[in-house]
């Protein structure tokens, strides 16, 4: 069964720092999105994408954040300079097209900044 | 925005029990209501969904019901076994609009 793959399962940064999250959403699914969620946590939504822009953003998607699709089957995260408290799994998620409901998650990428 | 909120936030039971857990929501345009099984360190995973058009489903041990007037929604599972043991949680939504907003959580403990 095709999944939603996501590298690298956890990445350890200094603040201040870049970091890019990489996700393969599965293959001709239309619509991608990014969550976070803090230890302990709910999942928050971050952003959805959709025909290779965002459609939606959350108000934890500040300029520090950006998304890109750049060939066709990766989907990225940025940001750009990250502090202690993204410190966080981020999961990427992916939905077949319009009339399909259900988002697959992928496992999800530990991020922890110090 | 959306609020939701699960109750309980924690469920203790014995195998074998059922456990309900109850999700509410505040976002009438609502009409697709998931739940979602969370291992620890693990992706969410949805277990069951129902539309508004349906007041409930059922898939083996697990069933969702759904009343729409009073915005909430509940996850039943029969005869719980140790592997429920998990963080479960709804996310009512439109489906057109594309996020998922999850609710509060709940952990389930199930003891052999």
């Known amino acids: 069964e095709p999944e939603v793959t996501q590298t690298p399962s956890h990445q350890v940064t200094q603040m201040g720092q870049e970091v890019i999250l990489r996700c393969v959403p599965i293959?001709?699914?239309?619509?991608f999105y990014w969550y976070r969620q803090i230890l302990g946590q709910k999942v928050e939504f971050l952003v959805s994408f959709y025909n290779n822009e965002i459609s939606e953003k959350s108000e934890i998607f500040d300029d520090q954040f950006s998304v890109e699709r750049p060939d066709g089957s990766n989907f990225t995260l940025k940001i750009r300079s990250t502090k202690l408290e993204d410190s966080a799994m981020y999961f990427c998620?992916?939905?077949?097209?319009?009339?399909?409901?259900?988002?697959?998650f992928g496992p999800g990428t530990r991020l922890t900044v110090t | 925005g959306e609020n939701v909120e699960q109750h309980p936030s924690t469920l203790s039971v014995q195998e074998g029990d059922s456990a309900v857990i109850k999700c509410t929501y505040s976002?009438?345009?609502?009409?697709?209501f998931p739940w979602y099984k969370q291992e620890l360190g693990k992706r969410p995973q949805l277990i069951i969904d129902i539309r508004s058009n349906v007041g409930e489903k059922k898939d083996q041990r697990i069933a969702v019901t759904l009343n729409k007037t009073a915005k909430h929604f509940s996850l039943h599972i029969t005869e719980t076994q140790p592997e429920d043991s998990a963080v479960y949680f709804c996310?009512?939504?439109?489906?057109?609009?594309?996020?998922?907003?999850f609710g509060t959580g709940t952990r389930l403990l199930v003891s052999p």
């Open positions: 996310a009512p939504h439109e489906y057109s609009f594309q996020k998922l907003v």
């Open positions: 998620a992916s939905r077949a097209g319009q009339g399909a409901y259900e988002q697959y």
């Open positions: 976002d009438s345009a609502s009409n697709y």
């Open positions: 293959s001709n699914h239309l619509y």
